[in-house]
């Protein structure tokens, strides 16, 4: 890393959480550098059309500014810097966040206020698959929880953003929340109405199964007008009938229950990196942060998705071998510019 780092360089090591490696010690190594870096574990990683569990993948970007550390994302307990000036669409903020922490809609609320609408925004939410929240975040600053990473980067960005799930009920209310957790939909416990909609399309009930082995196939839909609505995962339910996302819901968000088909998800995947690809002259990298939780529906046509990913673009002129990670929760600016905190989602970057 040392030989190919410029000035301006930043290193993002993604570093997959079964490989084993002390993390300690691997930022004692990478401080002994004079390379910039960030990084994080995430569940997977992606190497060109190959998934990953045990190993360390890095990507190399350019424009580097400066490294920020957020911490006390739960408490809002941070002071973002505002820059100074209006940015343009040549420059990108590159964010890790603690998936599992709650606050990160208001953290990217915060950061979209600080940059503005007009540069782009990349990023995901690393941590483990066991959803227990612990250090998953690393940087000259430490091993950090309840944090994230961004960074300024005066390069081009562009983005391919989608998922594929699509409408089974709704829409409905969430007429009452706290952060990440659904307490009433339709001024009922969130559970029961939610079970009505997926049990009577599944044909099982979730007494039948551990919850997250069905909620996985039915995310929520946050409606969003004119526009692909944003996914929320879903992943408990508490003993009041509280249903416990990945992501805050925002209360009085119309919300739509979706359901997915394997095929249509993986074309949406490889939509992304058109989208992404047709913006793209001659990018310098490429990188996807995919759901971990589209692995656990897919599960063994997952690698068609990252297949079609690379071939899309492959086929699109882009020459950089594919590197990313699967997340809880995907960052990126998308349409006009609007920041979001995405689930169940696909985002392909190119920089140039």
Known sequence: MQQKATPDALFVVMVAENTGVDIDELMT??????????GGLFPKLIFDDALIDQGVVVTQLQGLQKIHIA????????DLEKHPVALGSDYCVFTLVDGLASGISGFLSELYRSYGSEIRYFGGGAGS????????????EGFL???????LLNQSTHLGVKHGWEKLGGPFVATKTSANVVEEINWRPAFEVYREVVEAD???????????????????????????????????VNDDGHLICVGEVPENTFLDVLKGKN?????????AAKIAADQAKQPAAAMVIDCISRVLFLDD???????AVTKALQDNGVQPTMRGALTLGEISSFGEGFLEFFNKTTVVGLFE
């Open 29 to 38: 190594a990478l401080n002994e550098t004079s390379c910039q870096y960030i």
């Open 71 to 78: 911490r006390g994302l739960a408490a809002g307990s941070y």
């Open 129 to 140: 698959l066991s959803l227990q929240q612990a250090p998953c975040l690393f940087s000259r």
């Open 145 to 151: 929880q309840d944090a994230a990473i961004y960074c």
């Open 202 to 236: 599944y044909g099982a009930s979730f007494d039948s199964q551990p919850f997250f082995d069905i909620a996985k196939g039915y995310p929520f839909g946050m409606v969003r007008e004119g526009s692909e609505c944003v996914v929320r995962d879903p992943i408990a």
């Open 263 to 271: 095929q249509e998800l993986i074309a949406a995947a490889e939509q």
């Open 301 to 307: 046509n997952f690698e068609q998705e990252v297949k």
